[in-house]
Nanobody, 119 residues
Framework: QVQLVESGGGLVQPGGSLRLSCAAS????????MSWYRQAPGKQRELVAK???????SYAESVKGRFTVSRDNVKNTVYLQMNSLKPDAAAVYYC?????????????WGQGTQVTVSS
C-alpha cells in the first residue's frame, strides 16, 4: 500500500502562486510515476502534470510554462509549483502514484487539496 498526503492548497489571487506537496509513504518502491490531477465542480478529473521515476515530466497544455512538477527522492515528496494562476485553475488537486508489481499495477490517490483562485 502507498499513502499519499497532499498539502499546500488555499486561496490565492489571480496571477498568484502556490506550491502543492504530496508526501508518499508505505510501499513506495516500484512507483513508476507520480502525477497531479485536478477536478473542478461539475467537471471530470483531469491530468495536470506527471513525473516519472527517471525525472521525465509532462504537462497539460493549459498549464505548460506556468506549472512545474518536481520530486525530492530523499523526502519522498512530489511538488507542483503553480505560477500565474488563473481562476479556471480552481479545483481540488489530487496526487496519484502509479506502481507496478510483479503481477499487477495499482493506482493510489491522496485525499486532495483545495485550490481557490479568486480576488
Amino acid at each position: 500500500q502507498v499513502q499519499l498526503v497532499e498539502s499546500g492548497g488555499g486561496l490565492v489571487q489571480p496571477g498568484g502562486s502556490l506550491r502543492l506537496s504530496c508526501a508518499a509513504s508505505g510501499s513506495i518502491d516500484s512507483i513508476l510515476m507520480m502525477s497531479w490531477y485536478r477536478q473542478a465542480p461539475g467537471k471530470q478529473r483531469e491530468l495536470v502534470a506527471k513525473i516519472t521515476s527517471g525525472g521525465s515530466t509532462s504537462y497539460a497544455e493549459s498549464v505548460k510554462g506556468r506549472f512545474t512538477v518536481s520530486r525530492d527522492n530523499v523526502k519522498n515528496t512530489v511538488y507542483l509549483q503553480m505560477n500565474s494562476l488563473k481562476p479556471d485553475a480552481a479545483a481540488v488537486y489530487y496526487c496519484n502514484a502509479f506502481k507496478v508489481g510483479p503481477l499487477s499495477s495499482d493506482d493510489y490517490w491522496g485525499q486532495g487539496t483545495q485550490v481557490t483562485v479568486s480576488s
